[in-house]
């Protein structure tokens, strides 16, 4: 708990005084300069505070401002409190150490105690008194230092050789005797530095460029005053939630201090008394120690008077931290009614110099990314309950009545595979981490299958024997509360169930393949009080503390569109419901009227209620509708299993900053309103399209995700073809069956490199499959409509990507750099490809594979030439040479794919099982007839509208005449089949060609338009959250096909055809659904909003470090028909042990070889089956650019508001820490 701290200076702790710490010149003497230092107990181990291994006393929660434990011994006249120690300190040998130091105080002053360690083989010490090895020679209630010299604990001939027991002592039993950071310390001591010795480097004084920019700081600002050598300091306002801090600049940016000896600023408080803690921050190097600064300046005391503290770097180190890219120094929480004066930032450093100026003036400087500022801004001066844990991962507050408890058993589960294995199972876990960091592939399998081994032989076991099976009991838990009367004495919970949760991919080697939390769902025997401090105490010694407080405690049970409200519309709704497992929906007698709350002033800006109608039961959780065919005879599921009430935010006009209050309840995520909400949101799914460019590599100067460069080698050529959605039965085997595209056997056996291609970069890649398709065309149309539709709307600079600035719309920036490498492609005939693809799926950097273009073909050459020709007509008012290339690439892919010439019959198509390194066997492929109609009517109505020659119109009856129609089998809502015929009906150049074009064909294209968008608008407010899904389909609902924001775009295509206001208000109802207002709470693209995935299938996102993944990604996500499998398999039921032979009875029907850990509730809600696990849930997790991407890019595009630009704080918003993502434990 206690961080180390030399004998005369005693740490600051809550509720006591302290002696005061010597300061000499300006420099912290130390008792001891610390060579070396062994840590025996601070109870921050799971082992450390576990009951069997405490003797006679119990390990007790420290008291605000700190964290973690201490010992509370309970002596008597017979017996003395001890501690066993743990793990690598266990029969340690402490003979060379010269003393051992500790914390102590007594709960009654007076007490005599003596110390002693004990070994099994060494036997038991002297026993010296402690009050004879502190300051002052007394225990008391003071937290003091113990510093026992070793030699008098040997004085009796033990040779401390094997230390197992620390003991403190029998005494009277009317009181505790209090324990912490106990450590074994070999001394010597230097003579102390000259003061003036200490000059240091500056890191920070204002005076510098940027320094005194107000940007660079955190809940402060920079005051100019001209009697400080550097004319600035840094005036800090901190609160109980947020610490003020300063951000480092230019070269000192990232700073390295993991050789620097101390940190020296001026400080002084507008309140005296105060006790700032200092701590620095760096992105990759996370947070340090904090400490207290009144510890560090001369007299001990913060006051109206400028003082210097000196804080050691080690202090900062501590916990592990490096102190080696320094990017922030925060200056503590406090109450909020004073300031912190900071000045003078420098430090002494052994060999640090700053970086010389190497005179690039070209050069971009770094960007500071951040991601706090997102959320103070929304904040405003109503911060969000941040919860206090302790082995506890997450707590879900649902109401006053109910909260959901969230565990992570791994570290459980390991200690206990530990007692079964003898210690083999974490010494395998670790040989399997350095196998992968050597990348040898032999030894990684061995390790793993040994793993496995114990895992198949002893899991059950050691689920068994940890806390898992007693999470359900609610004797498990204790409840408290310092300020409820309620909560006096200690409860139980009336109510719990748990129910296990997949989180995660295998991200620690000794995981199964399913990682997972428990959820505990809390009933409260009372109703929580606004204002009032809870702790649930788990008997394993876990607990979290919070505050329940309407205007704070962000219920998860609110629901609402995590972006914001544009102001005034009809489909502005919030909803409150929730789920509690087996024991139905969530109870809300307590919902009677809401709030808005500007979150800046704590003004409430608009209200509702039951009795208004601004409050209405949205739905008893109902099941979903049987189907036509239904005989009744299977009970059908439920929808949401919620009782789900809307709340009506439809006269919330006035824009801001807000936050939903319902009394006993809680409080919803803060939200803005404002006709421009849905810029940011664009800006953020734009980039993830970005962030997705094929062999482009990311930089830092556009993002914080930075990726090198990969696919640089040539493309080959191969006799692949690129397939399209009706080709399904084109290609043949040798019996003249139809057979699905064997597209690797077909590349690994074809690829020939005597034909490449030398420029490959354009297009963009899916979650970790690195082909490039037709399928991505979707991007392509939805980018050229948007802007079609709008052009105002979009604007150079308006994304922030490499080609900012050059004059040309970045939104036509991305269209040009997608439809790049097909123009890469194209051949001296005119001929453009439609597929990148190699014969397997390698890693992102596995650059021993080789890449290869299919084919080129008439339906992939025309679809290019309607792209390309839609491009150039877009660009030729920005760059009319580019327009021109574009133009002319155009010309030549269509006069290649309307040449019946290049027609493919009876194309024979060589390839070899095993990728093409097996058997050979042969394919073929032939062209319908009229296969090519579609693409070719697209590309001639393109070439029309760019040339404005008519000819190019004369046959799209005929052609139209043989397609299909949009969104019909085997197209679907995720296609870009809509755009082959839309022009038909929508554009005036078009429509006024009636010799060529009909009105009967024009009615036909805009009926079947609006047919799909009118089915879906029907369905939208017939669903208990407002979204387009048939009430009785809970099937064919994987791979993003009940992604809304497709279906928000049907309608909104049909919207373009023929306006109505019922089309817009479902399609943003639609959106809300995407983007948090559904079942779970989340919204479905990462990087906007608060609760979004984060354990996504993105190779990128899952291998670069970072947790938060790359933003702007929208996942397959929201359900699916059934749920993962893999969950029930490997995390509800597990088999219990093997058979005869040895094998393991994983797919024996014999329910009695299982262990049941967890039943799911009979029919499990439809609408809340998505579970996170990147690698065995698929369907649910990937993500490709066409299937889910484009169509959120699409809706916000045509949604947002003109005129919109980026601020600077958006350009720099980088990850997100690990407390802010909130849908990494996500709400079921």
């Given at each position: ?12 702790f809550?509720g006591?005084s302290?002696?005061?710490g010597f300061i000499?010149?300006g420099?912290?003497?130390t008792?001891c300069?610390?060579?070396d230092?062994?840590?025996?107990w ?6 450390e505070?576990d ?7 119990a390990a007790?929660p420290?008291e ?11 002596p008597d ?5 001890g ?14 150490y010269?003393?051992i ?8 002053a ?6 002693s360690?004990?070994?099994?083989y060494m036997?038991?010490s002297?026993t ?5 090895y502190?300051?002052?020679g007394?225990?008391d209630?003071y ?7 070793i ?9 401390l050789?094997s230390?197992?027991?620390l ?6 039993s009317?009181?505790t005797?209090e ?6 310390v070999?001394?010597?001591a230097p003579e ?16 510098r460029?940027d ?19 550097s004319?600035?300091y ?6 109980p939630?947020?610490s003020p801090?300063i ?5 000192y ?7 620097a ?5 001026w400080?002084r408080?507008s309140?005296?008394?105060?006790t700032?803690e ?11 120690a904090s ?6 300046v ?5 006051d ?14 501590s916990?592990?931290c490096l102190?080696?890219s ?10 909020a ?7 003078n930032v420098?430090?002494l450093e052994a060999d640090?110099v700053?970086p010389?100026?190497?005179g ?5 400087p770094?960007i500071?990314y951040?991601?706090e500022a ?8 109503a ?10 991962e997450?707590?879900?507050?649902l ?5 959901i ?7 459980d589960?390991?200690a206990?595979?530990?007692l079964?294995?003898?210690?083999e199972?974490s ?6 981490e ?7 592939q032999t030894?990684?399998?061995v ?15 050691a689920?068994?024997n ?9 004797d498990?838990?204790t ?12 409860l139980?919970?009336?109510r ?10 295998s ?12 959820y ?5 025997p ?10 649930i ?6 607990y ?6 309407d205007d ?7 629901k ?9 519309k ?6 409150v ?7 139905g ?12 709350v500007?979150s800046?002033t704590?003004?409430?800006?608009y ?7 601004k409050?209405t039961l949205?739905?008893d959780?109902?099941l ?7 005989d ?6 439920s ?8 709340l009506d ?5 006035t ?10 309840v809680g ?7 404002n006709?421009?909400?849905?810029g ?5 799914a734009m980039?993830?399209l ?5 062999s ?16 640089t ?15 399904t039965k084109?290609?043949?085997d040798?019996?003249?069956k139809p ?10 056996a074809?690829t020939?490199t005597s034909q490449?291609t ?13 082909d490039r ?7 392509i ?7 079609e539709f709008?052009?105002?709307?979009y ?10 600035g ?10 040009e750099?997608?439809l790049?490498?097909w123009?890469?492609s194209q051949?001296a005939?005119?001929?453009v490809?439609g597929?990148?693809e ?8 596995d ?13 992939s050459s025309?679809?290019?030439a ?5 491009l150039?007509?877009a660009?030729e008012?920005f760059?009319?040479?580019l327009a ?5 690439s155009?010309?030549?892919?269509y ?14 198509i060589?390839a ?9 066997y042969?394919?073929t492929f ?9 693409f070719?009517?697209m ?7 760019l ?6 119109l004369d046959?799209?009856?005929?052609l ?11 197209y679907?809502d ?6 082959l015929?839309?022009d ?7 429509t006024?060609?009636?010799s060529?074009?009909s ?9 079947d ?7 879906y608008a ?7 959250y407002?979204m387009s ?8 609902m994987s791979?993003?096909a009940s ?7 049907v309608m909104l295509i049909?919207?373009?055809i023929?306006?109505?206001?019922t089309?817009v208000?479902?399609s943003?109802?639609n959106l ?5 207002a559904?079942p ?14 984060v ?11 970072i947790?938060d993944?790359?933003?702007g ?10 749920v993962?499998?893999?969950l029930?398999n490997?995390?509800y ?12 009875l994983?797919k ?8 049941t850990?967890?039943e ?7 609408f ?9 849930n698929?369907?649910q ?9 484009s169509?959120t ?6 949604l ?11 350009k720099?918003?980088?990850?997100r820490?690990?407390?802010d ?8």
């Amino acid at each position: 708990m206690m961080h180390y701290i030399s004998s005369l200076v005693v740490r600051l702790f809550s509720g006591t005084s302290y002696p005061v710490g010597f300061i000499l010149s300006g420099i912290l003497l130390t008792s001891c300069m610390k060579a070396d230092e062994l840590l025996l107990w601070n109870g921050e181990i799971p082992s450390e505070i576990d009951a069997d291994n405490l003797v006679y006393g119990a390990a007790a929660p420290a008291e605000a401002p700190e964290t973690g434990w201490y010992f509370a011994g309970t002596p008597d006249l017979w017996h003395a409190p001890g501690i066993q120690l743990q793990d690598e300190v266990w029969r340690v040998d402490l003979s060379d150490y010269d003393e051992i130091r500790f914390w102590v105080r007594t709960s009654v002053a007076g007490y005599s105690h003596g110390f002693s360690v004990h070994g099994w083989y060494m036997g038991g010490s002297v026993t010296v008194p402690i009050e004879n090895y502190v300051e002052g020679g007394v225990l008391d209630t003071y937290w003091r230092e113990a510093v026992i010299p070793i030699a008098d604990l040997m004085a009796n001939g033990c040779s401390l050789g094997s230390v197992e027991y620390l003991y403190f002592g029998t005494s009277e039993s009317d009181h505790t005797i209090e324990i912490d950071e106990v450590w074994a310390v070999t001394s010597d001591a230097p003579e102390p530095l000259a003061s003036s010795s200490l000059i240091g480097e500056v890191i920070w004084d204002g005076s510098r460029e940027d320094e005194s920019d107000p940007s660079n700081f955190k809940y402060g600002v920079p005051v100019a005053d001209a009697s400080l050598g550097s004319g600035w300091y840094f005036e800090g306002s901190p609160d109980p939630w947020h610490s003020p801090g300063i951000k480092l600049r230019g070269d000192y940016k990232r700073m390295d201090l993991s050789d620097a000896e101390e940190i020296r600023f001026w400080i002084r408080s507008s309140l005296a008394g105060v006790t700032p803690e200092l701590s620095a921050y760096g992105w990759h190097m996370g947070g340090s120690a904090s400490v207290p600064i009144a510890n560090y300046v001369t007299g001990g005391n913060i006051d109206a008077n400028w003082r210097e503290a000196v804080v050691p770097v080690a202090e900062l180190k501590s916990n592990g931290c490096l102190m080696d890219s320094v990017e922030y120094l925060y200056f503590g929480k406090g109450e909020a009614n004073h300031t912190v004066d900071i000045a003078n930032v420098r430090c002494l450093e052994a060999d640090w110099v700053p970086p010389v100026d190497d005179g690039d003036v070209d050069s971009a400087p770094p960007i500071p990314y951040t991601s706090e500022a997102w959320l103070q801004e929304l904040e405003g001066n109503a911060p969000i309950e941040r919860p206090l844990f302790s082995g506890v991962e997450q707590l879900l507050v649902l109401s006053n009545k109910w909260v959901i408890v969230v565990v992570d058993p791994f570290d459980d589960f390991v200690a206990e595979m530990d007692l079964l294995t003898s210690g083999e199972y974490s010494e395998t876990m670790a040989d399997v981490e350095d196998a992968i960091a050597r990348e040898h592939q032999t030894d990684i399998w061995v390790h793993r299958s040994k793993l496995e081994k114990m895992r198949w032989e002893h899991l059950v076991t050691a689920r068994q024997n940890g806390s898992e099976p007693l999470m359900p009991n609610t004797d498990f838990y204790t409840l408290s509360s310092t300020n409820d009367a309620s909560y006096a004495v200690d409860l139980e919970p009336s109510r719990v169930t748990t129910s296990l949760i997949s989180n995660d991919d295998s991200v620690s080697a000794g995981y199964d393949a399913v990682r997972y939390g428990i959820y505990a769902y809390i009933e409260m025997p009372q109703a929580m009080q606004d204002g009032k401090s809870y702790t649930i105490t788990l008997d394993d010694g876990k607990y979290v503390s919070f505050v329940f407080d309407d205007d704070a405690t962000v219920a998860r049970s609110i629901k609402i569109n995590q972006v914001g409200y544009q102001e005034g519309k009809s489909s502005n709704y919030a909803y409150v419901g929730a789920y509690l497992q087996e024991f139905g929906p969530l109870p809300l007698d307590q919902l009677s009227t809401f709030d808005v709350v500007d979150s800046g002033t704590g003004a409430v800006m608009y209200q509702g209620s039951l009795a208004d109608g601004k409050i209405t039961l949205r739905d008893d959780a109902s099941l979903m509708d049987a189907s036509d065919d239904d005989d009744g005879s299977e009970p059908r599921p439920s929808m949401n299993g919620e009782k789900l009430y809307q709340l009506d935010l439809t006269g919330l006009t006035t824009p801001g900053n807000y936050y939903i209050r319902v009394p006993g309840v809680g409080r919803s995520w803060p939200f803005r309103v404002n006709d421009d909400v849905y810029g940011e949101a664009f800006y953020t799914a734009m980039r993830g399209l970005y962030h997705q460019r094929a062999s482009f590599a990311l930089e830092a100067q556009y993002t914080a995700w930075t990726r090198p460069r990969y696919h640089t080698d040539p493309i080959y050529e191969s006799q692949m073809l690129p397939y399209w959605a009706d080709m399904t039965k084109a290609i043949l085997d040798s019996t003249q069956k139809p057979v699905s595209w064997p597209r690797f056997d077909i590349i690994g056996a074809t690829t020939v490199t005597s034909q490449s291609t030398t420029e490959v970069d354009g297009g963009w890649y899916d979650a970790a499959d690195y082909d490039r398709n037709l399928y991505h065309y979707v991007l392509i149309f939805d980018l050229l409509k948007l802007y079609e539709f709008a052009p105002a709307k979009y604007s150079d600079g308006q994304l922030n990507i490499p080609e900012s600035g050059n004059g040309i719309p970045d939104l036509l920036d991305e269209v040009e750099y997608g439809l790049r490498i097909w123009k890469h492609s194209q051949r001296a005939d005119g001929g453009v490809s439609g597929i990148v693809e190699t014969s397997t799926h390698p890693s992102i950097d596995d650059d021993t594979v080789l890449w290869s273009f299919a084919q080129r073909t008439r339906w992939s050459s025309l679809i290019y030439a309607a792209a390309a020709a839609e491009l150039a007509r877009a660009l030729e008012p920005f760059d009319a040479a580019l327009a021109q290339t574009y133009e002319l690439s155009a010309l030549s892919a269509y006069a290649c794919g309307v040449n019946p010439a290049n027609t493919l019959n009876n194309l024979s198509i060589a390839a070899a099982s095993s990728r093409g390194e097996g058997a050979p066997y042969s394919l073929t492929f032939t062209e319908e007839a009229n296969f090519n109609d579609k693409f070719e009517l697209m590309a001639r109505v393109q070439l029309f509208l760019l040339s404005e020659d008519p000819n190019y119109l004369d046959g799209v009856e005929a052609l139209y005449a043989n397609s299909p129609a949009p969104y019909s089998w085997p197209y679907t809502d995720r296609d870009f089949s809509p755009w082959l015929y839309f022009d038909l009906a929508y554009n005036p150049l078009v429509t006024a060609q009636t010799s060529y074009v009909s009105p009967a064909t024009q009615a036909a294209v805009a009926a079947d338009l609006m047919s799909a968008a009118n089915r879906y608008a029907a369905m939208n407010d017939s669903m208990p959250y407002r979204m387009s899904w048939p009430r009785r389909q809970d099937y064919w609902m994987s791979w993003g096909a009940s992604d809304m924001t497709n279906r928000a775009k049907v309608m909104l295509i049909g919207n373009q055809i023929q306006p109505s206001s019922t089309l817009v208000q479902s399609s943003e109802s639609n959106l809300a659904y995407m983007l948090g207002a559904n079942p779970m709470g989340m919204s479905w693209t990462t990087g906007i909003g608060f609760a979004y995935p984060v354990s996504i299938q993105h190779e990128s996102s899952m291998t670069d470090d970072i947790l938060d993944p790359y933003p702007g990604i929208t996942i397959y996500g929201n359900t699916s028909s059934h749920v993962f499998p893999e969950l029930r398999n490997r995390v509800y039921k597990y088999p219990i042990a093997k058979d005869s032979d040895g094998e393991p009875l994983f797919k024996s029907e014999n329910a009695a070889d299982f262990a049941t850990f967890y039943e799911l509730p009979e029919q499990y809600p439809v609408f809340r089956r998505w579970a996170a696990h990147p690698s065995l849930n698929v369907t649910q997790n990937e993500f490709t650019i066409h299937e889910t991407n484009s169509s959120t890019i699409f809706v916000l595009g045509m949604l947002m508001e003109e005129g919109w630009m980026p601020s600077e704080s958006l350009k720099q918003r980088g990850p997100r820490n690990e407390e802010d993502l909130f849908g990494y434990w996500y709400l079921p």
